[in-house]
């Protein structure tokens, strides 16, 4: 039975350098699942200063527009993420998954199970989720969040619609990230923290839509220090699902977000372990 398989997309990133930045990935959930047990990586916690001190001196990005919204969200190139990964040599407390991650973003499959789950991309549905966000918070149907967990949270784009959110407005923000690779957490969306933070600082048209950013020691020092004195609490947490994240979830999230997180039986029953874990943590 094959342990690999593909979402089938159309390309390899979304791209949205084209109008039709939806239609231009197709996804296809219902493909054959593996049937087997998987081992899972153990939740930890990664220090974001630590992060962020490993940040590239230039990331390339590119900004979606999200439909029916004025919302922008910065994201990183999958290319310069791919180059960032050719390069290091030494990752630290990420090595062990190292040479696998690497493996899997540069061959066919869009999943490994146990692995690699698929982080290092954007997918659609993050998109969707993002309007819902911008649009129900605009609307004033939906009270901006203060305490926020996103699951398997990839590039992170409703995040980092709440994360700039949060930061242009002055809301407190505690948000938690995770991702089954702590090395999507440092290649894709620390970097992607970085980009709203930088557009959140940005004059009005003073942001290119596309393009290079510089990563000075000095930008580093004041993004972490911008987030400490607009009171934006960052947690960053790899590894499964299932009872022993919850550790790692109290308080629980007010609002905890995913997208395309579902995709195989096997993990529902981690995964809804964790919703319901932090419902009851919450007392919801
Ligand atoms: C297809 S990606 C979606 C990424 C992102 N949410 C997006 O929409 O662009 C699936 C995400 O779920 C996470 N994930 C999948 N299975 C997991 C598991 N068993 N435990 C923890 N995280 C898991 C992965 O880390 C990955 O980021």
């Known amino acids: 039975m094959s342990s690999t398989f593909n979402f089938n997309f159309a390309d390899e990133d979304i791209d949205i350098d084209e109008n039709e930045q939806l239609a231009s990935v197709t996804s296809s959930l219902s493909i054959a699942c593996p049937a087997s047990t998987v081992p899972s990586l153990t939740p930890q916690v990664h220090d974001l200063t630590g992060f962020v001190a490993r940040l590239p001196h230039k990331l390339n990005y590119s900004t979606l527009n999200i439909p029916d919204t004025d919302a922008q969200i910065p994201k990183r190139e999958l290319w310069d993420i791919k180059l960032q990964l050719m390069h290091e040599e030494d990752m630290d407390d990420v090595k062990e998954e190292d040479e696998r991650t690497k493996e899997a973003l540069n061959g066919v499959d869009d999943v490994i199970p146990g692995v690699y789950e698929g982080g290092f991309k954007t997918w659609e549905c993050s998109i969707d989720l993002s309007r ?52 999507v957490l440092q290649h894709v969306t620390v970097p992607n923290m970085y980009l709203a933070w930088a557009l959140s600082r940005a004059e009005e048209g003073g942001w290119e839509d596309e393009g290079e950013i510089d990563v000075t020691d000095e930008d580093k020092a004041a ?62």
């Not at 990839?154 to 995770?178: E, I």
């Open 132 to 183: 819902y966000l911008s649009t129900e918070i605009s609307a004033g149907t939906l009270t901006f969040p203060a305490r926020v967990a996103e699951l398997g949270c990839g590039s992170a784009l409703p995040s980092m619609h709440l994360l700039h959110q949060a930061l242009v407005k002055g809301h407190s923000l505690s948000l938690t990230l995770q991702d089954y690779n702590a090395s």
């Open 223 to 284: 993004f972490l220090n911008d987030l400490e004195m607009k009171n934006v609490h960052i947690t960053l947490l790899s590894g499964g699902w299932g009872e022993e994240m919850l550790g790692y979830m109290n308080p629980a999230p007010s609002v905890l977000l995913a997208s395309e997180t579902i995709y195989s039986p096997n993990s529902l029953p981690a995964f809804t372990d964790v919703l319901n874990g932090c419902c009851l943590l919450g007392g919801y």
